[in-house]
């Protein structure tokens, strides 16, 4: 079960990277810098370039939908769901999800060739600023959502969070601890935090 939820996070972070990067390459490098010039010469170049990034995008929004799932599944089997503040919590997850859909629909379409996605293209500087705009706050929101679940008040101290997610039967190493905790902070899992 360790090694599954390292899996997961990597997937997250790396599909995190790949879409928030790629897209945030094209608006601030490639677009700003006017790249590819005018003409039959930018048309050739940016359809080279659209069926790559289109595949980047594809392959982020799958390893961010099967993780983002998956983490969602285990938290609420696990009983993590109730520990954590209620509202504030479950809030910000409705609304970082809300979020992800609203940009995995725009990144689809600015790296799509059907009509609507031409037509969005024509428009990139615009469509592209507000899809890096809304990823950039879905990871504020994350980042909100691992801070709230750590120095939640809801957390029973002698029942970690990250424990119960992942039926205990044996005690963490100082380098597990320290690759599933980074960041600890009191009110955090402490270091005899189990896991599976
Ligand atoms: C644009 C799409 C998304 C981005 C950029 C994004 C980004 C992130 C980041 C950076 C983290 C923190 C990762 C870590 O520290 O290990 C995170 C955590 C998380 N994400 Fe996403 N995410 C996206 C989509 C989704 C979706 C679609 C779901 C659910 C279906 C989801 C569910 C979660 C959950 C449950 C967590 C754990 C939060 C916690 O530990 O309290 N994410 N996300």
Redesign the pocket.
């Known amino acids: 079960m360790f090694w599954l939820l390292v899996i997961f ?1 990597w997937m ?2 790396l ?2 990277i790949a ?2 990067g790629s897209a945030l390459f094209y608006w601030q490098v490639l677009l700003a810098g006017n790249v590819f010039g005018s003409g039959d010469n930018a048309n050739k170049a940016w359809q080279s370039l659209r069926g790559r990034w289109a595949r980047l995008v594809m392959l ?2 799958l390893l ?2 099967v ?3 998956a ?2 599944f285990l ?1 609420v089997k696990s009983g993590e769901f109730k520990q ?1 503040p209620a509202g504030v ?1 479950h809030g910000l ?1 409705a609304l ?2 809300g ?3 609203v ?2 629909l725009l990144m689809s379409f600015l790296t799509g060739k059907t009509a609507v996605a031409q037509r969005l293209q024509k428009n990139m500087q615009l469509w592209i600023s507000i899809s890096v705009i ?2 950039v706050l ?2 504020m ?3 909100i ?2 801070s ?2 750590c120095t939640s008040s809801n957390h029973d101290k002698s029942e970690p969070v990250l424990s119960l997610r992942h039926e205990p039967t044996r005690l963490l190493s100082p380098c597990e601890t320290a690759m599933i905790f980074p960041f600890q902070t009191v009110g955090c899992a402490p270091q005899t935090a189990t896991f599976s």
């Open positions: 996070r997250h972070i599909g995190t879409l928030v982020s929004i961010l939908l993780s983002g799932t983490n969602t938290m954590v919590y997850l970082k999800i979020l992800a859909i940009v995995f809304l990823a879905v990871v929101l994350a980042g959502m691992k709230t679940s």
